[in-house]
């Protein structure tokens, strides 16, 4: 891809016609000298060309376009393959885009450029045209951070994929960590998850024998099946239990009757044993132990008095005789009645025995599922805890087989590994001739997603002017690896701020060099004082040849009708509260 044109429907706008080679996008300041004119670099366009092409191509909505710039059109023109195409995005209706005439959503023209400038038709998750595109044009300022800082708030596992896939690294094996560190976290997870549950975390933990616990259940469950199966249902069971209660206690009754009916009897019967006969000695010693006298006159002999003791007991004895009887009689009845309601007890009971409740049956039935539940539970648990061991071990193992597989790619690729190590240290070495420099590609055998180190190296990198020359000789070689159909790469004037002068000069002599030779553009917005900065480092023809004819527009603070839009407005290029979605 290169860039051809950037317009826009207001003919307040500045055009920009971009060229083959260095495309260079000036800021000046008027009046210099004056510092108290309150006029600045910032805020005449420079940074907002960077934005307007990512937003051209299907960047995120920038929500302070709607509101600072309604009805603006802007189209960008670019060729990929020699072939034209051309993109316009209205502020209003941001979630469209005309697209070659075609009027296309935001999201199938990035799977649409995805496929024409990367050759990407299914693209795995967290390598997009978002964050492959954003490593040719660097635009938030957060992305001027650190060389690998190309989207804001992106992951080191989208870092390291995207690089790789753009240095010519294979991303296979950073896809398989990724998913196998996944598993190790889901296995953590559920480690922690059984270590939260009070019944699983005494198997976990050995306190508890699972396979004695099984055995227990198992045999209470047969045994408790058993009884089930054997059990009669009775509808009316309750009712038969209250009558064998009723029974019982008639029985009761009858029998503690028949006790006192057989103690009457027996009383009767020891009456009937009194001797019938007296004798005279025996009358007259109870009288006179009696102490009573009897008249001469009422004395009778003792014949008469033995004639009517005899007549008394035999008065006697007969209504005993009939009382008797009748107590038999009533004792016969009772004893028949006891014996009907024996044999209806026996009956009751025999039924009660053999059968039970329905509330009995539910509980059992109930009881019955508890214990199958509390069985297929522990079962559960060791399935898991057996699954979980062996993802363990699984994961342990294919890990050192990626690591082993990992080595053995880098060696076998280590030519080409060299050359890349080789081309960033020569440009690295071109600004710092005596600082250690060079790029490390190493195999990442921690426990993490990341599958490689990748680290642009310079050192003393912290200093001021070193990051900002790590970024550029980074992003130049995502360029020359040709790993795309990009052909260009774009800089915010944030790179050169800190740049001493002869850092700049290299950089410009490095793309003067190597673009005719490549094909490539180099485009970037710049201050100024910046390139002036370098210019005595140079010849003049140099200087001409390399800065001056490459100025593509120059963009003043003296008025609003000098910066790009050719109006003063404030807008907000961070959009700070969507930065973060570029990655999607």
């Known amino acids: 891809m290169k860039l051809l044109s950037l317009r826009a429907n207001k003919p307040s706008f500045h055009p920009i016609v971009f060229k083959d080679g260095i495309n260079i996008i000036v800021g000046k300041q008027v009046a210099p000298l004056d510092e108290n004119d309150g006029n600045t670099y910032n805020g005449v366009g420079k940074s907002l060309t960077l934005h307007l092409i990512h937003f051209c191509l299907g960047a995120n909505k920038i929500t302070s376009f709607a509101q600072k710039l309604p009805d603006w059109e802007f189209t960008l023109n670019f060729e990929i393959d020699g072939v034209k195409y051309d993109s316009t995005r209205s502020t209003n209706e941001q979630n469209k885009i005309n697209f070659c005439g075609e009027t296309l959503t935001v999201t199938v023209l ?13 693209n795995p998750k967290n390598m997009t045209w978002n964050t492959l595109f954003s490593r040719f044009v660097r635009r938030y300022r957060s992305c001027y951070s650190t060389f690998d800082s190309f989207v804001p708030k992106e992951t080191d596992y989208s870092k390291i994929l995207n690089n790789c896939y753009l240095l010519g690294i294979d991303t296979d094996l950073i896809i398989s960590k990724k998913e196998l560190r996944e598993k190790q976290l889901a296995a953590s997870a559920t480690e922690k998850a059984i270590k939260k549950d009070p019944i699983f975390k005494q198997y976990y933990l050995g306190k508890n024998d699972a396979e004695l616990d099984v055995a227990d259940l198992e045999y209470r469950i047969s045994e408790l099946e058993k009884e089930i199966s054997a059990f009669k249902v009775s509808n009316n069971y309750h009712e038969l239990e209250k009558e064998a209660d009723e029974k019982s206690y008639q029985k009761k009754a009858l029998e503690n009757r028949r006790v006192l009916i057989s103690n009457y009897i027996k009383n009767i019967e020891e009456s009937f044993k009194e001797t019938a006969q007296v004798k005279e000695e025996k009358l007259l010693k109870i009288y006179e132990a009696a102490n009573v006298e009897i008249p001469a006159m009422v004395k009778k002999n003792i014949d008469e008095v033995l004639q009517f003791h005899s007549n008394l007991l035999t008065t006697r004895n007969a209504r005993l005789r009939k009382e008797l009887n009748k107590q038999k009689a009533e004792l016969q009845e009772i004893d028949d009645k006891i014996n009907v309601l024996g044999q209806r007890m026996d009956e009751l009971l ?48 294919n890990l050192i087989i990626q690591d082993k597989e990992t080595q053995t790619y880098l060696d076998d690729e280590a030519e080409y590994l060299s050359e890349l190590k080789n081309k960033y240290w020569t440009f690295a070495k071109r ?53 795309s159909k990009m052909s260009f790469i774009a800089h915010d004037s944030r790179l050169f701020a800190n740049m001493d002068p002869r850092q700049r000069e290299t950089l410009f002599r490095i793309v003067s060099e190597t673009c005719p030779k490549e094909n490539f553009q180099y485009i970037c917005s710049i201050n100024e004082d910046a390139l002036l900065s370098f210019q005595s480092l140079m010849s003049d023809t140099e200087y001409e040849e390399i800065v001056t004819n490459n100025i593509i527009l120059e963009l003043n603070d003296d008025s609003p009708e000098s910066k790009l839009l050719g109006i003063q407005i404030d807008i907000d290029l961070e959009d700070k509260n969507k930065s973060s979605d570029d990655i999607n």
């Open 431 to 483: 600004f710092y001739p005596k600082k250690r420099s060079g790029l490390v590609i190493k195999n990442n055998s921690g426990e993490n997603t990341l599958r490689y180190t990748l680290e642009a190296r310079i050192e003393d990198d912290s200093s001021d002017g070193v990051n900002e020359v790590r970024m550029f000789c980074f992003d130049f070689l995502l360029l020359i690896c040709r790993k």
């Open 350 to 397: 025999d039924f009660l025995n053999s059968h039970g409740a329905l509330e009995e049956y539910v509980a059992l039935t109930k009881q019955l599922a508890a214990l199958q539940n509390e069985l297929n539970r522990i079962h559960e648990y060791q399935r898991i805890l057996k699954t979980y061991k062996d993802t363990v071990l699984d994961i342990k193992a």
């Open 110 to 122: 990035r799977q649409k450029l995805l496929k024409l400038c990367f050759g990407i038709s299914s």
